[in-house]
């Protein structure tokens, strides 16, 4: 069974800096992308960004510039490197695997296999 398991969220001040992580366990992790999500209170889940097997990356338009997603095999970590942070990134922050290792961007919420619990991103003064 494939467990993700982020942590890192927190309150932060409007361009402020944070970084999420996340450990998965239960299968290779480095056959898979990897990707990041998000849901604000009253709003869909939403895509963040994604890392491809190789290391490619892919962001919302909303985030990039600001956000950046990386991954350490070795750890079986995938980061979200968040700065000049908005009131509007307030969200839970999920981490996502695909079920296929044929997926090359985890961007779409129908290729996700494995959702992490979440981890509170709060930003405000």
């Known amino acids: 069974q494939v467990q993700l398991v982020e942590s890192g969220g927190q309150l932060a001040q409007p361009g402020g800096s944070l970084r999420l992580s996340c450990v998965g366990s239960?299968?290779?992790?480095?056959?898979?992308?990897m990707g990041w999500f998000r849901q604000a209170p009253g709003k869909d889940r939403e895509f963040v960004a994604t890392i491809s097997r190789s290391g490619s990356t892919y962001y919302a338009n909303s985030v990039k510039g600001r956000f950046t997603i990386s991954r350490d095999n070795a750890k079986n970590t995938v980061y979200l490197q968040m700065t000049s942070l908005k009131s509007e990134d307030t969200a839970v922050y999920y981490c996502a695997a695909p079920q296929s290792p044929l997926t090359f961007y985890t961007s779409r919420a129908t290729d996700v296999g494995f959702w992490g619990q979440g981890t509170q991103v709060t930003v405000s003064s």
């Open positions: 239960g299968r290779t992790f480095s056959s898979y992308s």
